[in-house]
């Protein structure tokens, strides 16, 4: 089976304690959050196990790579103490049930752009930018097949992201591909962060959305017409786990001429767009995830954002229509990009 | 040339009838497991008038009429069992007038429920009806005369409930009114005068219901669904109970499905609400979802998962077509809200015994004082054997709603005995001299509530 690498000592070790202190939905010290984290490891109750939003940005702040997020995940649920009412946890187990027949295996023999467990969003991915790309997972019948998992972690169900993704990582290697582009971050997080956390091998070289976008950008370079608008970005969870992608959002804006708002909650101190708080088991669970999106939405308004960039379709499906409602234009990455090589946006609102 | 032809084209036009086999066989079925049977003529009136003199024709020929909305009941009730003359009311189109003040409409047989839905959200955008789960060519009339519920059930009660005044021909070709209207006054109220309920829940064999006034309900601004989960079935009707009970909720609909996956062995809840400012709406979240689901929440036996603005109508019809072929039937049944775990037990135990993937729904009428309960049965259209396999079951659970204390909703032939046979004798006796003082050649819908 497989198992989390962590090292307690880097914990012990650990200068700054920034998993926790970090932490923008817990108020918590230097010393409490090396004991807390130490509880943790050692398979304690710990406060931290209950008051989670598990909004895996302890993944991103924690020095060592350490992996404290998918810890908490880990224990969370090997103490039942699930994040998530019973019920949630169970229709999230059941969504990821293929029920649809087996997919089609093309080979590709190459690079392939993945949409995983998003083929209804087909529609993302058309025009110039994505000529002659192979897409796997095009069938919304069939994309469980191709479901990362990791939605999981939300659920404090490491285990059932351990049994399935090996069959899924299997069936995305069937199609012979070398390289994959995947669609959302947390199927890239997957494979270059889970994976390699709790060793599970990984037989293609997974890509960033984001840095594909940005090279075939550059392939359009004389293409570019500059879009002349204030952007903002709303940073999925799992954006966390691949911070060191995150820059590509800034070169995307920068390539286009989008005006990229100065925010108090971007980049490392981004908010989440609620989606998950909002069902949580702990009291107030609702208010709190209003309570969020209220803040986020109001900083990028102070911020003078015209348009929010999502690239997470569950961020869009919790926040898309709230912006819009702010007088904040909702578009998708992909759609802004086509939007600068002069293409109609598919999902524009 | 035939002779009923002849006569038919005379009150309708030429354009209106047909004989033909291949408009004939459109006419010959519905879109559930009943067998087809082929009407002789199919005709399409304009007016109330028409309507008549077709009664009086099918009288004088001893023809048996059967009268067709949308045609979406999918129980067979109006597959012309005895041939006839299919009456299709579909071009009795027009929504005659809305009262914006006192609330109410009155509209022709023909009209849909999306043409009603689309013609207030442009006209009346304060004012709605309750829509049913229906595809939106259902029509008012139609649904009215099987005392169908829609997305207002949960304050309102049945759409029948809200009916203010009908006009409709009787089997001899008398025009009554019944309701304010009756008196030369406006169609405001069905109440106080004398009640004649016998055109609403006999399926067309009392009489064809020409217009109707339906009551109208306050539109808010903001309209949108909350969803809410619990494993346990047990817990369904003590949640419904409660969310009744804070009076700030349209519609409360609970389901469980097989497919797809998300929704087997877990029970959902769709809970519209309504408001007309952030204000309002924040303030009946907390009461419904903090205060009043709270403790579900925090004790992990029930899950939140959010509101979205925005209905989507109709919501109930669009969960039931979830396998190859396209078709599906269900036994509505009207049954108290406790029944709720044994339905969905006893439902599933008949869909996994008959190799169905299981669908069962129940939704809240009134302040819970019933709730309408369905098994739907999907099949495949071409392949007999899956229909068959679908009948059988549906058969079974026409026992099984009147076994657990409920009574079968627009019943099929099957159900209708079944019903029948426990009827209070008196009342069928009743019944029988009602059939025979309105109806005295038995020319409408036969097959439908033979009582004798």
């Known amino acids: 089976m497989y198992e989390l690498r962590f090292n307690e000592n880097d914990c012990l070790s650990c200068p700054t304690q920034d998993c926790l202190t970090k932490c923008q939905y817990m108020d918590i010290d230097r010393d409490t959050a090396k004991r ?167 037989p293609f070289k997974p890509v960033h959305f984001f840095e594909f976008l940005y090279n075939r950008l550059n392939e359009l370079k004389n293409e570019i017409k500059l879009v002349d608008l204030k952007v903002a970005y709303q940073r999925p969870c799992s954006s966390r786990l691949s911070s060191d992608k995150l820059h590509f959002v800034a070169d995307i804006f920068n390539l286009i001429g989008a005006d990229y708002v100065r925010r108090e909650y971007v980049d490392e101190n981004a908010l989440c767009c609620g989606g998950t708080i909002q069902g949580q088991r702990r009291e107030g669970s609702r208010k709190r995830a209003a309570e969020v999106q209220k803040r986020n939405i109001e900083d990028m308004k102070n911020a003078g954002a015209e348009v929010c960039v999502f690239n997470c379709p569950a961020c869009y499906q919790t926040l898309g229509e709230m912006v819009a409602r702010n007088g904040i234009r909702p578009i998708f990455m992909s759609d802004l990009c086509r939007l600068a090589i002069g293409e109609q946006p598919a999902g524009w609102r | 040339m035939d002779s009923v032809y002849q006569a038919l084209a005379d009150i309708v036009g030429n354009e209106h009838v047909s004989n033909r086999p291949e408009e004939l066989y459109i006419y010959s079925f519905d879109l559930g497991t009943t067998e087809p049977h082929r009407p002789d003529y199919a005709v399409s009136p304009r007016t109330t008038e028409e309507i008549q003199e077709i009664v009086r024709l099918a009288n004088r020929e001893r023809i048996p009429v059967v009268a067709l909305g949308g045609g979406l009941s999918l129980a067979g009730l109006a597959v012309p069992f005895k041939g006839g003359i299919l009456m299709d009311l579909k071009r009795m189109d027009s929504i005659l007038e809305v009262n914006e003040r006192a609330r109410y409409v009155v509209v022709e047989c023909g009209v849909s429920q999306g043409q009603l839905t689309s013609y207030l959200e442009r006209h009346y955008p304060y004012l709605t009806h309750s829509e049913p789960g229906a595809p939106p060519t259902a029509t008012i009339v139609g649904n009215l005369a099987i005392h169908g519920q829609g997305d207002l059930a949960q304050p309102y009660g049945f759409n029948s409930d809200m009916v203010n005044g009908l006009e409709v021909v009787l089997p001899t070709g008398e025009v009554c009114r019944f309701g304010s209207c009756s008196i030369g006054n406006s169609w405001f109220t069905q109440h106080p005068l004398p009640d004649v309920g016998i055109f609403l829940g006999w399926l067309g064999t009392t009489g064809i219901i020409t217009k109707a006034s339906l009551r109208l309900f306050p539109c808010k601004k903001i309209r949108g669904t909350g969803q809410f989960v619990v494993e346990d079935e047990r817990l369904v009707p003590e949640v419904m109970y409660k969310l009744s009970h804070t009076q700030m909720v349209e519609d409360i609909v609970a389901y469980s499905q097989a497919i797809p996956p998300f929704a087997s062995g877990l029970q959902h809840f769709t809970i519209n609400m309504a408001a007309d400012s952030e204000k309002e709406l924040e303030f009946k979240q907390e009461i419904v979802f903090d205060d009043t689901l709270g403790e579900y929440i925090q004790r992990g036996e029930g899950g939140f998962l959010g509101f979205t603005r925005g209905l989507q109508r109709p919501q109930v019809s669009k969960t039931s077509d979830w396998r190859k072929g396209g078709g599906f039937e269900y036994v509505g049944s009207i049954m108290p809200v406790e029944k709720y775990p044994e339905c969905y037990r006893r439902g599933r135990e008949i869909s996994e015994r008959h190799d169905i993937p299981y669908t069962v729904l129940g939704r809240c009428i009134g302040a819970a004082h019933a709730m309408m309960f369905s098994w739907t049965y999907a099949f495949n259209r071409a392949d007999p054997e899956t229909i068959r396999q679908a009948k059988e079951a549906l058969h079974e659970t026409d026992d099984l709603a009147l076994e657990l204390g409920g009574t079968v909703w627009k019943p099929g032939l099957y159900g209708q005995k079944l019903v029948m046979e426990r009827l209070d004798p008196n009342t069928l006796n009743l019944m029988k001299k009602i059939k025979q003082l309105l109806d005295p050649n038995g020319i409408m819908n036969p097959g439908n509530w033979e009582v004798g």
């Open chain 1, 36 to 202: 807390e984290i130490l509880k943790i490891a050692h398979s304690e109750d710990s406060y931290v196990l209950h008051d989670c939003v598990t909004c895996y940005a302890c993944e991103e702040y924690c020095p060592a790579h350490n992996h404290p997020f998918y810890l908490i995940a880990e224990k969370q649920e090997e103490l039942d103490f699930p994040p998530l009412p019973r019920p949630l946890i169970q229709r999230g187990i059941n969504i990821g049930v293929p029920f649809r027949g087996e997919p089609e295996i093309n080979e590709v023999e190459g690079r392939v752009l993945n949409m995983g467990a998003f083929a209804d969003h087909m529609y993302l991915i058309q025009g110039k930018l994505f000529e002659s790309l192979p897409v796997i997972s095009t069938d919304p019948r069939k994309m469980f097949h191709y479901f990362c998992q990791l939605m999981y972690l939300h659920y404090a169900r490491t285990s059932v992201i351990k049994e399935r993704l090996p069959k899924i990582i299997e069936t995305i290697a069937k199609h012979k591909v070398t390289e994959v582009i995947f669609f959302h971050d947390e199927c890239y997080g997957t494979y270059t962060s889970y994976c390699p956390a709790v060793g599970i091998d990984v």
